[in-house]
Nanobody, 122 residues
Framework: QVQLVESGGGLVQAGGSLRLSCAAS????????MGWYRQAPGKQRELVAA???????NYADSVKGRFTISRDNAKNTTYMQMNSLKPEDTADYYC????????????????WGQGTQVTVSP
């Protein structure tokens, strides 16, 4: 019913920038929040950044001042601009959304994208 499609990952040198995008499609009634998680090899998945319908945001301490999350409500899309990338930012990045679908509102369900790989070389 709902799909999240990510794009924008890749290989970059330390200090470089990447921009991730995540577009939600399907039977969407309302998107309450969208965000990005990441999982590095051997580590647990962690929240990187999130943005709510009212545009409030929160960030992991490790990315504050370097990453910026934004949202285009008309396109059901979220973006994350990643600047000053570090090797420790290397991970698979997953888009996450809390969505009320047309058929299930007002109940909120969690949806995940397939992931996009970000590799930062020293």
């Amino acid at each position: 019913q709902v799909q999240l499609v990510e794009s924008g990952g890749g290989l970059v040198q330390a200090g470089g920038s990447l921009r991730l995008s995540c577009a939600a499609s399907g039977n969407i009634f309302r998107i309450n929040a969208m965000g990005w998680y990441r999982q590095a090899p051997g580590k647990q998945r962690e929240l990187v950044a999130a943005i709510r319908s009212g545009a409030s945001t929160n960030y992991a301490d490790s990315v504050k001042g370097r990453f910026t999350i934004s949202r285009d409500n008309a396109k059901n899309t979220t973006y994350m601009q990643m600047n000053s990338l570090k090797p420790e930012d290397t991970a698979d990045y997953y888009c996450h959304a809390q969505i009320q679908t047309v058929h299930t509102a007002p109940y909120v369900y969690q949806f995940w994208g397939q992931g996009t790989q970000v590799t930062v070389s020293p």
